[in-house]
């Protein structure tokens, strides 16, 4: 079994509507992370969580809200899905205690469509 | 702050070939640099990564990097491409005051022709 799950891998929705992307972990990672990958852009950070009560903004969070349920839970929310939100978002895991060192362990990715 | 550059979107070899991707970084603290693979469809997997204890980093699949603190550098190499090698790489930076975070950059597309 994978060991970072994402939820729906693929989603199309339509301008407007409210939608939530899970990601589930297994590896025991405190720290928890959502990103969209655009082509020619890379990965940009959306939301980042330390722990179970610490949630932070990445660079690109406006449009966006994140949930973490449990320390191996973290959602995101696009309240009011726009077409420039449409990409392939991916969440990622690490374990703290190395000071930047921590290799990151990506999902398969969701990728949505907006309509 | 910190920042990576990496220089090429499209790399194309010949099977056999050398792989050369270019990444430069920028950062005002001693970095740690890392580079993810992507195969079509799936998630980013760690390549190797830089951690101040040797310059020369050896990766899996064959990929080494070197990491050039003269030259803001850390290009990451293979010395024969193999058709399996045909992915998105990316370059990655963070360092001990982002504790964790890591910025990406824009990533290279490797093409292996047979």
């Known amino acids: 079994d994978a060991d970072v799950t994402q939820t729906p891998r693929n989603r199309i929705t339509k301008t407007g509507k409210r939608i939530m992307l899970e990601c589930s972990q297994t590896?025991?990672?405190?720290?928890m992370y959502w990103y969209r990958q655009d082509p020619g852009l890379g990965l940009r950070l959306i939301y980042y969580?330390?722990?179970?009560?610490?949630?932070n903004k990445g660079e690109i969070s406006d449009g966006y809200s994140v949930s973490r349920q449990a320390q191996a839970k973290f959602s995101l929310s696009l309240e009011s899905a726009i077409p420039n939100q449409t990409a392939l978002y991916f969440c990622?895991?690490?374990?703290?205690?190395?000071?930047?060192?921590?290799?990151?362990?990506f999902g398969p990715g969701t990728r949505l469509l907006v309509l | 702050a910190q920042s990576v550059t990496q220089l090429g979107s499209h790399v194309s070899v010949s099977e056999g070939a050398l792989v050369l991707l270019r990444c430069n970084y920028s950062?005002?603290?001693?970095?740690?640099l890392f580079w993810y693979v992507q195969y079509p469809n799936q998630g980013l997997q760690l390549l190797l990564k830089?951690?101040?204890?040797?310059?020369l980093v050896k990766g899996i699949n064959g990929f080494e990097a070197e990491f050039k603190k003269s030259e803001t550098s850390f290009h990451l190499t293979k010395p024969s491409a193999h058709m399996s090698d045909a992915a998105e790489y990316f370059c990655?930076?963070?360092?001990?005051?982002?504790?964790?975070?890591?910025?990406f950059g824009d990533g290279t597309t490797l093409t292996v022709k047979p």
């Open positions: 950062s005002s603290v001693p970095p740690y």
């Open positions: 990655a930076v963070s360092d001990r005051t982002n504790a964790g975070k890591s910025t």
């Open positions: 590896k025991g990672h405190d720290r």
């Open positions: 969580s330390f722990d179970v009560k610490d949630i």
């Open positions: 990622a895991t690490s374990d703290s205690g190395t000071g930047g060192l921590e290799t990151q362990y």
């Open positions: 830089y951690t101040s204890a040797a310059t």
